[in-house]
DNA sequence: ATGGCCAAGCCTCTTGGA
C-alpha cells in the first residue's frame, strides 16, 4: 500500500504535474491540499481517466482538501463535523481543512492544517483553536479505525531538524513550542512519524519557498507528514519525499511524500 | 537587516501562503 499526500497549490494550475507524477507514481491514495477551487471546477476527468475516484471539499481560491483513491471506498467524510458534535466544532468548517475516507478496514484523514500567519495573531489564535479540534476528532477516528492514517500539509515542523535555520529568540510561527506541544499530544493518543523510522537526518525537506532560491540551496521546511498507527507504522518498509516535481517549470511549492508499507 | 515568488480574484492591487 502506497499513499502520497502533496499540497499542490491550486489544483487546476497543476493539473498536468500532479497528473503526469500519478501516471508514473501509480500510489493507490494520493492526498492533496490547497485546491484552491469550489468543487464545481475540480478538474476531475485527468484523475477519473487514470482510474481514481476522485472526493472534494474545495472551497473559492483559499484552501480546499481532495482524495484520489484507486481503491474501493467504502465511505468519504467532509470535516471535523462528521465525527465531532456541532457545538465543538464551531465555526472551524467554513474552512475547508479536513477530508477523510474509509477502504478496507483502513481509514486515511486528509488535513490541510492553518498556516498560523504571525505570532500571537488572529490566524496564529485561529491555528490553535483548530490544532484542539483537530486532538478531539483524531481521538473519535483512534476509537473506530485501529488503522489509521492521518496524512496532510501540518504546517508545523516536529523539530529544528526539520527546518533549515533553527529559529533564535524571535518565536517562527510553525516552530513554536506551543504548536509543537499540540501536535506531540496528538501523536500522544497512538500515532507515530514513519519518515522518522527511517532517518534521524535533519535537512531533508518537503516544502520550499519560492523566493530568494531557496529550493537549490535546499533551505526549506519538513511540513508534510504522515502518522500512523502501530500497527501500520511497524509494516511501513519506506517513506519518502520525492523532490523531483519541485524541479519542473511552474511546480508547487511542496514536495509529494510517499509512505508504502506492505499489506 | 530586508526582500526576493506565486495563485486567485475582478484584478493593475490585495490577500494568503510558512
Redesign the pocket.
Known amino acids: 500500500m502506497k499513499i502520497a499526500t502533496w499540497?499542490v497549490?491550486?489544483?487546476?494550475?497543476?493539473q498536468s504535474i500532479v497528473r503526469d507524477w500519478l501516471q508514473q507514481n501509480p500510489v493507490e491514495v494520493l492526498c492533496v491540499q490547497?485546491t484552491?477551487?469550489?468543487d464545481g471546477?475540480f478538474p476531475r476527468e485527468p484523475f477519473e481517466s487514470l482510474g481514481y475516484r476522485v472526493c472534494v471539499s474545495g472551497q473559492?481560491?483559499?484552501?480546499g482538501v481532495a482524495i484520489f483513491s484507486r481503491i474501493l471506498l467504502d465511505e468519504v467524510e467532509i470535516g471535523f463535523g462528521a465525527m465531532l458534535p456541532a457545538e465543538t466544532v464551531g465555526d472551524l468548517d467554513e474552512q475547508k481543512r479536513v477530508i477523510a475516507i474509509t477502504a478496507n478496514g483502513l481509514r486515511v484523514v486528509n488535513l490541510?492544517v492553518?498556516?498560523?500567519?504571525?505570532y500571537e495573531s488572529d490566524?496564529y489564535r485561529y491555528k490553535l483553536r483548530w490544532l484542539k479540534v483537530l486532538h478531539e476528532y483524531i481521538d473519535r477516528n483512534l476509537d473506530r479505525y485501529p488503522n489509521l492514517c492521518v496524512c496532510g500539509?501540518f504546517?508545523i515542523?516536529p523539530d529544528d531538524r526539520d527546518i533549515h535555520t533553527p529559529p533564535g529568540n524571535k518565536p517562527i510561527?510553525?516552530t513554536t513550542s506551543i504548536e509543537r506541544e499540540a501536535l506531540k499530544s496528538i501523536l500522544n493518543l497512538g500515532l507515530a512519524d514513519p519518515f522518522r523510522k527511517f532517518t534521524e537526518e535533519g535537512g531533508i525537506f518537503s516544502?520550499w519557498?519560492?523566493?530568494?532560491?531557496?529550493f537549490p540551496r535546499n533551505r526549506g521546511?519538513r511540513?508534510d507528514h504522515h502518522y500512523l498507527t502501530p500497527d501500520l507504522f511497524d509494516r511501513t518498509v519506506s517513506c519518502q519525499i520525492d523532490v523531483e516535481p519541485r524541479k519542473l517549470p511552474?511546480p508547487s511549492?511542496?514536495a509529494p511524500v510517499i509512505v508504502e508499507w506492505d499489506d
Open positions: 499540497n497549490n491550486s489544483i487546476r494550475t497543476r490547497e484552491k477551487t469550489i471546477d473559492k481560491a483559499y484552501n490541510y492553518p498556516n498560523g500567519g504571525e490566524k500539509d504546517n515542523a510561527v510553525g516544502w519557498d519560492y523566493r530568494g532560491g531557496s521546511w511540513i511552474k511549492d511542496h
